[in-house]
């Protein structure tokens, strides 16, 4: 499978500051979600019915370059480095943040976000605004991993 080598680099050669266009970009993108389906932060890449689910890692390999079905395969290619990893390498974030953003529950985002993304289901709120809303914030450096 051709990867770009961006992508394919960016595990092993992480960049020194946050990446606020990418993140920019993978905001936009999660609020272009056609079906909320194609959002879920508890799958790095997974085959739906109606496409390509993704949690906020996989949406940024897609927004670096990625197609959803390349996606896929990235993600099952034992000889490519995890998606958590090169989403991490990709988005300038250490270890401690990347763990708090694509953690599968929301739990770990800051309170203001993990509440939301808790009551989501109750005040019919679509998780993927939840994550475009938190992934903007920290862009805008108004709320820190």
């Given at each position: 499978?051709?990867?770009?080598?961006?992508?394919?680099?960016?595990?092993?050669?992480?960049?020194?500051?946050?990446?606020?266009?990418?993140?920019?970009?993978?905001?936009?993108?999660?609020?272009?979600?056609?079906h909320?389906?194609?959002?879920?932060?508890?799958?790095?890449?997974?085959?739906?019915?109606?496409?390509?689910?993704?949690?906020?890692?996989?949406?940024?390999?897609?927004?670096?370059?990625?197609?959803p079905v390349?996606?896929?395969?990235?993600?099952?290619?034992?000889n490519?480095?995890?998606?958590?990893?090169?989403?991490?390498?990709?988005?300038?974030?250490d270890?401690?943040?990347s763990?708090?953003?694509f953690?599968?529950?929301?739990l770990?985002?800051?309170?203001?976000?993990a509440e939301?993304?808790?009551?989501?289901?109750?005040?019919?709120?679509?998780?993927?605004?939840?994550?475009?809303?938190?992934?903007?914030?920290?862009?805008?450096g108004?709320?820190?991993?």
């Amino acid at each position: 499978m051709k990867v770009p080598a961006a992508i394919r680099s960016a595990a092993y050669k992480p960049r020194k500051r946050i990446n606020r266009v990418l993140m920019k970009k993978v905001a936009a993108r999660l609020r272009r979600l056609r079906h909320e389906k194609h959002y879920d932060q508890e799958s790095w890449a997974i085959k739906t019915p109606c496409g390509t689910a993704a949690c906020i890692a996989g949406h940024t390999l897609i927004a670096a370059g990625l197609s959803p079905v390349q996606l896929i395969k990235f993600h099952l290619d034992i000889n490519s480095p995890s998606i958590e990893d090169a989403a991490q390498g990709l988005l300038g974030l250490d270890s401690g943040q990347s763990c708090d953003l694509f953690w599968p529950s929301g739990l770990l985002w800051p309170e203001e976000f993990a509440e939301r993304f808790r009551n989501a289901k109750r005040r019919r709120e679509r998780l993927s605004r939840i994550a475009a809303d938190l992934l903007d914030a920290v862009a805008d450096g108004k709320v820190k991993l």
